[in-house]
């Protein structure tokens, strides 16, 4: 890994990541690196931390839309994922979101009995994917606040309605939504095949497209269609592919060093990799080498949970610093 000066880890929340028996590297790192004040939980917190632009929250809606289309920008933008909500004996609970294995003919048939729903309440819905849908909404639209499906998943949805302005309207129109395809046909065959039923949209994401994004990396490693769309957006290659991440990156050459060559800077999006002993395994041992060969200057730990941590090469010389297990 000849000419990394800097990588970035973005990981999941601290108690998932944290083992005392899986995970004896991290612990080391934690324990002799720097640690930082934490920040507040959360993926939109982090992805701040990573990238700068517009806007007061993360329009997850019309960055998506940027990565589906060409006409993201200057529209309001909302998701409205397909999703299967089950009834227990207390309540709704969500138990699927997104891709629930649609057909071409399943997605046309929603959609054109959902369409003069949302077309009445001045909302065109675009149904073209089989894991998210969209909204159309205009810029000067006054919404509510909507739960992501992530906070939402398997919790009682009661919890999760729209709140705040307007926010009745857009319940009303939900059960609408849910009683149009409830008695759809289309889902009694879904079911005889052992198919979930698409019994419901969930509504989340809205906002604009950001007037631009910022960024300090060479490239981007991540999974995450939402940090590929900041990243391409910050016109910053991005690749899917996480293992290559790990592969050497060419030294600069004789005309880029003498131009002032600033270095590499990657950030890796391992957030999503809840697998820790692979954690261990796969990443920070090889990384755990290459800090001790002096192959990356600088380590930038960033937890979901909010935890953050800085570890450098001269670090692995703190033995005064016990390794110990963090709650």
Not at 2 to 10: A, I, K, Q, R, S
Not at 14 to 39: F, K, N, Y
Not at 182 to 198: K, M, S, Y
């Amino acid at each position: 890994m000849p000419g990394l000066n800097v990588l970035t880890l973005l990981l999941p929340s601290w108690p998932q990541a944290v083992g005392h028996e899986s995970t004896p590297t991290l612990l080391r790192w934690l324990a002799r690196g720097d640690r930082l004040a934490a920040a507040q939980p959360g993926r939109d917190v982090v992805l701040r931390e990573c990238f700068e632009f517009t806007g007061t929250s993360l329009p997850t809606a019309a960055l998506t839309r940027s990565l589906d289309a060409s006409d993201a920008p200057n529209v309001l933008w909302l998701r409205a994922d397909p999703v299967y909500v089950m009834a227990d004996a207390v309540t709704l609970r969500l138990v699927a979101c997104g891709n629930l294995d649609l057909s071409a003919a399943e997605i046309d048939g929603f959609a054109q009995a959902l369409k003069p729903l949302f077309g009445d309440a001045g909302f065109p819905l675009e149904a073209t994917r089989t894991d998210r849908w969209y909204l159309h909404c205009a810029r000067e639209a006054k919404l509510p606040t909507f739960s992501t499906p992530a906070a939402a998943l398997g919790d009682d949805l009661a919890l999760h309605l729209p709140e705040g302005e307007n926010a009745q309207r857009w319940r009303r129109l939900l059960n609408e939504v849910q009683i149009v395809l409830t008695q759809h046909p289309l889902n009694a065959q879904r079911t005889r095949r052992g198919l979930p039923p698409v019994n419901s949209l969930w509504i989340w994401g809205a906002g604009t497209l950001p007037e631009w994004v910022r960024g300090d990396f060479t490239q981007v490693f991540s999974n995450d269609e939402i940090t590929h769309a900041l990243a391409k957006l910050a016109k910053i290659p991005v690749s899917s592919s996480l293992s290559d991440a790990l592969k050497p990156i060419p030294s600069p050459t004789a005309g880029e060093t003498a131009q002032g060559d600033k270095g590499t800077s990657l950030l890796v999006d391992l957030a999503d990799q809840h697998d820790i002993a692979a954690l261990e395994r796969d990443w920070f041992t090889p990384l755990d080498t290459a800090l001790r060969e002096r192959k990356i200057d600088v380590l930038h730990l960033r937890f979901e949970s909010g935890e953050r941590c800085t570890i450098k090469p001269a670090h692995r010389w703190r033995f005064w610093r016990r390794v110990k297990p963090l709650a």
